[in-house]
């Protein structure tokens, strides 16, 4: 027994001092660690009937989270989501992937949804002053609304997929189409028309805007010059001391008809309104052809923000578009709340 016992005790004698020599040396524990995520998706229609629905395919790596957001204030946690856009718009889609211990990914897809390319609008005269509207579109349509007017709270004329319109000389209407979707998604297209047709609004259509003086406080201060066609009558360019001498000018991307264009006046000080101008067309930017001319025009004195609309005959695609103003009402402080360059059928 004695025997045994020394045995026994030189065995636990050398464990002991076995486990003593590791930790001594140093000998790290191992510790596995999770590969980095990587992120991408693709996504895809659900139906063709539902130009808003979208699945998403997560093709992630060594992700355990998923965190989406669709740049409509929705938000999903699901791996592969299926999302409904309730409007048409321009949305930056992004998703983020996290792995266990905390590292993440990101990929960020833009989706556009736009209703001049889902729906197509039919124009037909049928004499006397008299147009038809249709249109046409794949969206499943659930219901229909012909607005006399481009606001939610304006008049709705008619539900069918069609409408008859009545003018008077020379004049025009604002019309909404509105086509709303079974799951409450919105496409709306608003409409500027005549009895020939529809008016095509070119102001901010691929161009450049470029004008000859400046507000103090720069293109984007409360009264500067984008202001001129940022299309809200309520807000104005002021330029003051400019005189005679302002033009501003259109540079398109590609040649451009236009035959129209409107002037809204500002919100108050008749005198800063314009009375004398032209209107330029160029193809180079070098040589110029006068358009239209205007001279002695007024604007109500008690009617501000009032928009007057001009026609001229042109059937030549320029490049160029350059208005000059010529003449103020009086004083050398002009204001305008907005101009619309238009192509209006001929």
């Keep these: 027994m004695k025997i045994l016992k020394y045995t026994f005790g030189c065995l636990m004698l050398a464990f002991l001092s076995s486990s003593c020599s590791k930790e001594e040396a140093g000998v790290p524990e191992i510790i596995e660690v999770e590969p980095k995520p990587t992120a991408a998706f693709s996504y895809a229609l659900v139906n063709e009937n539902d130009p808003f629905t979208f699945k998403f395919d ?62 197509k609008v039919n124009t037909k005269p049928i004499g006397a002053g008299k147009l038809n509207l249709s249109f046409e579109t794949n969206i499943a349509v659930n219901k229909t609304e012909w607005r006399d007017g481009y606001e939610s709270t304006d008049p709705i004329l008619a539900t069918d997929k069609s409408i008859d319109l009545t003018f008077e000389s020379g004049t025009f209407k604002e019309i909404q189409l509105k086509l709303t979707t079974a799951k409450g998604s919105i496409a709306t297209l608003d409409l500027f028309v005549s009895e020939l047709g529809l008016i095509k609004d070119v102001t901010t259509f ?8 400046e507000n103090g406080g720069g293109p984007d201060g409360d009264e500067g010059s984008k202001k001129l066609i940022d299309n809200v009558i309520t807000t104005k360019v002021f330029l003051g001391n400019v005189g005679n001498a302002l033009t501003w000018q259109f540079l398109y991307d590609a040649p451009q008809i236009v035959n129209g264009y409107s002037f809204t006046s500002g919100n108050d000080a008749p005198e800063r309104d314009p009375k004398k101008w032209k209107v330029e067309g160029s193809i ?49 402080n002009f204001q305008m709340s907005e101009v619309r360059l238009l192509e209006i059928p001929q």
Excluded: C
């Design 58 to 119: 997560n093709k992630s790596d060594n992700f355990k989270e998923t965190r989406w957001s669709f740049g409509d204030d929705s938000t999903s946690s699901v791996v592969g989501p299926t999302h409904t856009f309730l409007n048409t718009g321009t949305y930056a889609v992004k998703m983020v992937v996290l792995n266990g211990e905390g590292y993440w990914a990101q990929r960020e897809e833009t989706i556009r949804i736009s209703a001049s390319n889902l729906i």
């Design 206 to 213: 691929e161009n450049t805007f470029s004008i000859s003086h």
């Design 284 to 332: 180079d930017g070098e040589n110029w052809v006068v358009v239209d001319e205007r001279e002695d025009e007024m604007w109500p004195e008690d009617k501000r923000r009032f928009s007057r609309t001009f026609l001229f005959t042109n059937k030549t695609a320029y490049n160029y578009y350059k208005f000059s103003i010529l003449e103020l009402r009086s004083g050398s």
